[in-house]
């Protein structure tokens, strides 16, 4: 009985032992881990400070004029007839088979999303296989003109953020075409909650076997294959290559360019868009100035080049005996100490000044955006086509631009889905609901409708400001890739748009666009009235503003 009483209280002490043993180690792990991540999160810093942002170019190229005829406007309209069926008029991918035809000698296109994942997944309708007649066409081309040099960058996206060429892509490679997929490390970061544990971890997570299987789930569709761990983390950075441009020299020596905000991805086929084609000296500085690019990326990241049979390190060589025009920086590189754009176009007596066209990159975009904004007044006109809206500065600009006087028009995708998949409306829903109770109490002259889709997406990018007369000190139009948000905006993409300021005939052939989208002329519904798709008060409004807030202060969004 004593020896019971004995082992049970031998037994109870060695209990309370244990228990404070695990005490102890919980309260050493706990502090433990939480060191650790405070210090890989404080490495990712240090090493995004260290080696951020080398390829990011922020250029605003000097000014062109442009003689009549150097300059179109390509659009991609989508609507629906009165029965509700699909209405395509559609240019923009044709212009860009026609520049790849017309190549001589240099080719280079920079190109977003260019895949076959989520083909018909959006519910609307794909008319044609974007992706692969692009790689078709590049090939035939290749083969048709062996001495024409062709280079093609596009963003890991199109990969699954895999390591090695895209599989789309590898006829190209096959070819002799090298492809040159973005080191986006050399972006700067936006998604604090990730970013700086992918800077620190991600060689780790590429060298582990468990890490690299692709057994996650893949966003992009069942037929994309599976995502490793190592390829989610890249994801979740939510940085990227934005543009869509393509350039070239063509057989007589004309240099011809291409700048869109449409991807030749064939899930976006149906989307509507808007694009910028010209000929002559701002072409060949658009053409100079992605070679430079991808001297860059080829300097910082070589292993991210595809070519057969020419290793990287000759491509890079030969990128110095290629054709191209002399750069128009008066320090001799493209780029250097631009010239600021000025957004509004002065008058010489009673005869206006030639148009005149600035290439735009990443940062300076936005420089852009808000000067056009901050000087448009009494008796001005501001249209814009926008796919995306988010960015405060230039919400606050068009309700000031409103507020002064100005007629503002604005044109919005209401952001419902993306490839299949809700998007809640954000963010373009909460902040037109914001925008449009702001014009209401302030009784401002700031109207929004909808474009009237169906699964597609109105993938437009542009800024129109203008007088109300044809002509007048007011004429500018900025469009390109840059959606009108932080991210796109402030120099975390790489972008690339064109500003023509004075306009001239591609304002008033813009003017024409954004009159048959915003009247639903010819019968064919383009848009729709603000009501349609308000986002009514209520608890569903509130949650999504708490999302689209949550998801702007920790970059956790495309947007």
Same mark, same amino acid.
């Given at each position: ?228 761990? !190592? ?28 700048? !869109? ?92 000044? !030639? ?18 904004l901050a000087e448009a007044g009494p008796g001005d006109r501001v249209d814009a086509l926008l796919f995306q809206l988010a960015d405060p500065r230039v919400i606050r600009a068009f309700q000031d631009a409103a507020a002064r006087g100005a007629q503002v028009r604005l044109l919005l995708d209401s952001n419902d889905s993306a490839f299949g998949r809700d998007k809640r409306g954000l963010p373009n829903r909460v902040v037109a609901a914001a925008m449009y109770e702001w014009a209401g109490r302030h009784r401002a002259p700031l109207t929004l409708r909808w474009f009237a889709t169906a699964g597609e997406q109105g993938h437009f990018k ?98």
């Amino acid at each position: 009985m004593g020896r019971n009483r004995s082992s049970g209280g031998q037994s109870a002490s060695a209990t309370a032992g244990r228990s404070r043993r695990a005490g102890c180690v919980f309260r050493l792990i706990l502090p433990a881990v939480a060191g650790l991540t405070l210090c890989v999160y404080a490495a990712g810093w240090l090493i995004a400070w260290w080696n951020g942002a080398p390829a990011v170019q922020n250029l605003a190229l000097p000014p062109r004029p442009v003689a009549a005829g150097e300059v179109t406007l390509v659009a991609d309209l989508t609507g629906r007839d009165p029965a509700g069926k699909p209405v395509l008029h559609h240019a923009v991918f044709d212009r860009l088979l026609r520049l790849i035809d017309d190549a001589g000698d240099v080719l280079i296109l920079d190109q977003f999303l260019v895949n076959e994942f989520m083909t018909g997944a959006s519910g609307a309708p794909v008319p044609r296989d974007l992706s692969g007649e692009l790689v078709a066409a590049l090939v035939r081309k290749q083969a048709a003109t062996p001495r024409l040099r062709v280079l093609f960058i596009t963003d890991p996206v199109n990969g699954c953020y895999r390591p090695g060429c895209p599989p789309v892509l590898a006829p190209l490679v096959k070819a002799g075409i090298p492809v040159l997929v973005t080191d986006l490390d050399a972006l700067p970061d936006r998604n604090w909650l990730v970013c700086p544990f992918q800077r620190v971890l991600g060689p780790l997570l590429d060298s582990l076997a468990p890490t690299r299987a692709a057994s996650l789930p893949n966003p992009f569709g069942r037929d994309a294959g599976g995502m490793s761990a !190592a390829d989610w983390c890249r994801l979740l950075t939510f940085k990227a290559n934005h543009r869509k441009v393509a350039a070239c020299r063509t057989r007589n020596g004309r240099y011809e360019a291409l700048v !869109a905000s449409g991807n030749p991805h064939s899930a976006s086929a149906a989307h509507g868009n808007l694009a910028v084609w010209l000929t002559g000296a701002a072409a060949g500085d658009i053409l100079r100035a992605e070679t430079d690019l991808a001297r860059g990326i080829l300097l910082r990241s070589p292993d991210s080049c595809y070519t057969a049979p020419v290793p990287p390190w000759q491509l890079l060589r030969d990128l110095d005996s290629w054709p191209l025009p002399p750069p128009n920086s008066p320090s001799g590189r493209t780029g250097d100490r631009p010239v600021a754009p000025t957004p509004h176009a002065p008058r010489t007596g009673d005869r206006p000044v !030639a148009p005149t066209i600035y290439y735009l990159t990443d940062a300076r975009i936005g420089d852009t955006v808000d000067r056009l904004l901050a000087e448009a007044g009494p008796g001005d006109r501001v249209d814009a086509l926008l796919f995306q809206l988010a960015d405060p500065r230039v919400i606050r600009a068009f309700q000031d631009a409103a507020a002064r006087g100005a007629q503002v028009r604005l044109l919005l995708d209401s952001n419902d889905s993306a490839f299949g998949r809700d998007k809640r409306g954000l963010p373009n829903r909460v902040v037109a609901a914001a925008m449009y109770e702001w014009a209401g109490r302030h009784r401002a002259p700031l109207t929004l409708r909808w474009f009237a889709t169906a699964g597609e997406q109105g993938h437009f990018k542009a800024l129109r400001v203008a007088a109300s007369g044809a002509t007048g000190r007011h004429d500018a139009l900025l469009t390109g890739s840059a959606n009108f948000t932080g991210r796109n905006l402030r120099g975390l993409t790489l972008e690339s748009d064109l500003l023509l300021s004075p306009a001239g005939a591609a304002g008033r052939q813009f003017d024409g666009i954004f009159a048959c989208l915003w009247e639903n002329r010819d019968g064919v519904v383009y848009s729709e009235p603000y009501p349609t798709r308000a986002l009514a008060p209520g608890p569903a409004r509130w949650a999504r503003q708490l999302a689209a807030a949550w998801a702007g202060i920790t970059g956790f969004c495309t947007y």
